[in-house]
């Protein structure tokens, strides 16, 4: 095992019987759902930089893969919509970690009286290698976790998502993202990549890894900021870096008409003398009515005088036809 993963299994082990407020803080509120209650010490654990997730995308009859099950909240409100034994599955390499969040379930047990602990399956694995069958889940989830990988780990471990997920399915994935090349001194710290600081990606870097890993469609549904850090924190910096959070939903389908289709909020209006506006690729604008198209079928729908296109809010919420 690389020396950064090791690193990185020792600060989450020192996380798990040490809950640490300032690891990969997120102010995410958990979902406010009937007959949800999550146990306090799931709060203190909420280890991560954004969502992943939407409620509205669970289905009854989901298999769900949580990749680092932290302290269990994530797996505990996915377990609400399955409510049937493995229904999520949660991998994680760190021993201490799933003996914690085993014991979280077992409390959240005393006061959900519809959830079991059996609803999750908790298994030692890692995002590298996971132990699970391929083609065997419809939703993936991640959140602050693959940015500590170095480019080949995170090539891998994406690898993988692409491999367990059935076509069709689609990987919910939260990670810090940075707005300028980090010094690579900084990259190198071992403790700062472990908690979520020194590995982040540029926006178009981390797309374009998603993309090239085989997800056909990417939805951008937030991009919010999630943490400064400074040269007084990390001397290997020359100025402060104010960091970002991003969260991003991939979809394991073939590329659209215009190639990998990514959504980032932009729409298109049509506003001609026709009743709908249709082209060769399928899209179709009824008039006056704002839809939601990829950013490469904005560019192209653009250059039409008589359709007007919005730019991007990185709010996501519902792919179009393009």
Same mark, same amino acid.
């Given at each position: 095992?690389s020396t950064?993963l090791?690193t990185?299994?020792t600060v989450?082990?020192?996380?798990?019987?040490?809950p640490d407020?300032?690891?990969?803080?997120t102010e995410?509120?958990v979902?406010n759902?009937p007959?949800l209650?999550?146990p306090?010490?799931?709060?203190?654990?909420?280890? *991560?930089? +954004?969502?992943t997730v939407?409620p509205?995308? &669970?289905?009854?009859?989901?298999?769900i893969?949580?990749?680092?099950?932290?302290?269990?909240?994530?797996?505990?409100?996915?377990?609400?919509f399955t409510?049937?034994?493995?229904?999520?599955i949660?991998?994680d390499?760190?021993?201490?970690?799933?003996?914690?969040?085993q014991?979280?379930f077992?409390?959240a047990?005393k006061?959900?009286?519809w959830?079991?602990p059996?609803f999750?399956?908790?298994?030692?694995?890692n $995002?590298?290698?996971?132990?699970?069958e391929?083609?065997?889940v419809?939703?993936a989830?991640?959140?602050?976790l693959?940015?500590v990988?170095?480019?080949?780990?995170l090539?891998q471990?994406?690898?993988?998502v692409?491999?367990?997920?059935?076509?069709?399915g689609?990987f919910?994935t939260?990670?810090?993202i940075?707005?300028? $090349? &980090?010094p690579?001194e900084?990259?190198?710290?071992?403790i700062?990549?472990a908690?979520?600081?020194s +590995?982040?990606?540029?926006?178009?870097d981390?797309?374009?890894?998603?993309?090239n890993a085989?997800? *056909?469609r990417?939805?951008?549904r937030a991009?919010?900021?999630?943490r &400064?850090?400074?040269p007084?924190?990390?001397p290997? &910096?020359?100025?402060?870096v104010?960091l970002?959070?991003?969260?991003?939903?991939?979809?394991?389908?073939p590329?659209s008409?215009?190639?990998p289709?990514?959504y980032?909020g932009?729409?298109a209006?049509y506003?001609g003398p026709?009743?709908t506006f249709?082209d060769?690729? *399928?899209?179709?604008?009824?008039? *006056? !009515?704002?839809?939601a198209v990829?950013?490469?079928a904005?560019?192209r729908l653009a250059r039409?005088?008589? !359709?007007?296109?919005?730019g991007?809010t990185y709010q996501?919420?519902?792919?179009?036809?393009c």
């Amino acid at each position: 095992m690389s020396t950064y993963l090791q690193t990185v299994e020792t600060v989450y082990a020192e996380a798990a019987t040490n809950p640490d407020a300032t690891l990969c803080c997120t102010e995410s509120p958990v979902w406010n759902l009937p007959d949800l209650r999550v146990p306090p010490i799931m709060l203190q654990m909420n280890y *991560g930089c +954004g969502s992943t997730v939407n409620p509205r995308d &669970l289905r009854p009859d989901d298999t769900i893969l949580y990749v680092g099950v932290g302290g269990g909240l994530e797996a505990l409100q996915f377990a609400y919509f399955t409510r049937r034994s493995g229904g999520v599955i949660a991998v994680d390499p760190v021993a201490a970690m799933r003996d914690k969040a085993q014991a979280n379930f077992l409390e959240a047990a005393k006061i959900n009286p519809w959830f079991r602990p059996e609803f999750v399956r908790v298994l030692d694995g890692n $995002a590298l290698k996971m132990p699970v069958e391929s083609n065997s889940v419809s939703v993936a989830a991640q959140n602050c976790l693959f940015n500590v990988f170095m480019q080949a780990d995170l090539e891998q471990a994406l690898a993988e998502v692409i491999r367990v997920l059935r076509p069709g399915g689609f990987f919910a994935t939260s990670d810090p993202i940075t707005p300028v $090349a &980090l010094p690579e001194e900084f990259r190198a710290d071992e403790i700062a990549r472990a908690r979520c600081l020194s +590995g982040c990606q540029s926006f178009d870097d981390y797309l374009a890894t998603l993309v090239n890993a085989g997800f *056909g469609r990417i939805d951008v549904r937030a991009r919010v900021p999630y943490r &400064l850090v400074t040269p007084q924190e990390y001397p290997s &910096l020359s100025e402060a870096v104010l960091l970002e959070s991003v969260e991003v939903v991939a979809y394991k389908v073939p590329d659209s008409f215009d190639g990998p289709a990514i959504y980032t909020g932009r729409m298109a209006i049509y506003g001609g003398p026709e009743v709908t506006f249709a082209d060769d690729s *399928g899209v179709e604008l009824p008039r *006056g !009515i704002p839809v939601a198209v990829s950013d490469a079928a904005a560019v192209r729908l653009a250059r039409n005088p008589v !359709i007007v296109v919005t730019g991007a809010t990185y709010q996501a919420r519902a792919g179009g036809c393009c």
